[in-house]
């Protein structure tokens, strides 16, 4: 292992109730309510990703610049919520520390726009990473590989070398399309296992060598994946 690559929403900070919030609220502004099948299917999406989830589900005519507007205004409606504190996930920040102080390098390989994850790496901490990596700034992002390889090819490893630290079916799949091994962390998803995968119940009271036992034998860490 050179090199720890994490995702962002659900897996360091809590956010993905907060994208909750934005997506009901445009439900109801149609009359409808936001299902448990749709909400999870949008998980760890891209924007992109997410409209036409949401313009399906809705019936609405997917036109490109309306689509487009739609999820401005979704970025902009979560980015007030994200002005507040971030609520970090159970051991997330400690880890973030270990690693660190380690001197492993690390990226930040999120879906999220950059003008949005901006935002929230003032409440994170920016220090904590060596490079960040945003959907927007990608071919195609998750569940594509392409995030992740942009990072591991900033951080000039390769992808086999990379533990990715993930919560979501569309994040594992991304970072196990790249050829990284990915810890996976569920939060509002149950998340399948596979080849390079190992699953704990939270962050909390893991460090270095730990991450290292996992990527080294990333079946052998089995939890919960739900």
Not at 116 to 140: M, N, Q
Request: include cysteine.
């Amino acid at each position: 292992m050179r090199a720890v690559l994490w995702d962002m929403d659900g897996t360091l900070v809590d956010t993905e109730k907060l994208w909750d919030v934005a997506i009901r609220e445009l439900y109801h502004r149609h009359d409808r309510e936001l299902s448990t099948a749709v909400r999870d299917s949008t998980v760890g999406g891209s924007s992109e990703a997410v409209m036409r989830i949401v313009y399906d589900d809705l019936g609405l005519d997917p036109d490109p610049s309306d689509m487009a507007a739609t999820a401005d205004w979704v970025h902009t409606y979560v980015g007030e919520l994200f002005e507040t504190d971030l609520p970090w996930c159970q051991g997330a920040p400690e880890l973030l520390e270990a690693v660190a102080a380690s001197g492993l390098p690390t990226a930040l390989v999120t879906n999220t726009r950059r003008d949005l994850a901006e935002k929230a790496l003032e409440s994170i901490g920016r220090e904590w990473f060596s490079v960040t990596v945003c959907g927007d700034e990608v071919p195609r992002g998750k569940p594509a590989p392409d995030p992740y390889l942009r990072a591991a090819r900033l951080l000039e490893v390769e992808p086999a070398q990379c533990l990715a630290i993930e919560d979501s079916v569309t994040g594992a799949a991304s970072a196990s399309a790249a050829g990284a091994v990915v810890l996976v962390v569920p939060n509002a998803v149950v998340v399948p296992a596979g080849p390079g995968r190992g699953f704990v119940d939270s962050l909390r009271g893991l460090g270095v060598a730990d991450l290292r036992r996992i990527h080294a034998a990333p079946e052998t860490a089995v939890a919960q994946r739900s």
